[in-house]
């Protein structure tokens, strides 16, 4: 069973830093387009971050742009993203995804076809 498994989430202060960790069991990711989206309370799933096959082409949300950073260790089936200088505005739960039979990234949510169970993040002011 193909499963991604995300780790890092908590509760920090505005202005910390967390980093997030996604693993894949089950099968490997390695050819596969990986994204991090986060989804607030009564607002709509969102792109935060998307990382091609390689590590070699990325996509940031604009609103992350200068404080987040995606990555990827393909030999260890995990992708990565460390969030600093977070902001109240960044709580959310934060999911994991990948698109199993393609290699370049994509924004919209739909066409990603393995998720996460999310992890929460909560950034007090």
């Known amino acids: 069973q193909v499963q991604l498994v995300e780790s890092g989430g908590g509760l920090v202060q505005a202005g910390e830093s967390l980093r997030l960790s996604c693993g894949a069991s089950?099968?490997?990711?390695?050819?596969?387009?990986m994204g991090w989206f986060r989804q607030a309370p009564g607002k709509e799933r969102e792109i935060v971050a998307a990382i091609n096959w390689s590590g070699s082409d990325f996509f940031k949300a604009a609103s992350v742009k200068d404080r987040f950073a995606i990555s990827r260790d393909n030999a260890k089936n995990t992708v990565y993203l460390q969030m600093n200088s977070l902001k109240p505005e960044d709580t959310a739960v934060y999911y994991c995804?990948?698109?199993?039979?393609?290699?370049?990234?994509?924004?919209?949510?739909?066409?990603?076809?393995?998720w996460g169970q999310g992890t929460q993040v909560t950034v007090s002011s």
């Open positions: 995804a990948a698109r199993r039979t393609q290699q370049e990234i994509e924004i919209r949510p739909r066409e990603y076809d393995v």
């Open positions: 089950g099968r490997t990711f390695s050819s596969s387009a």
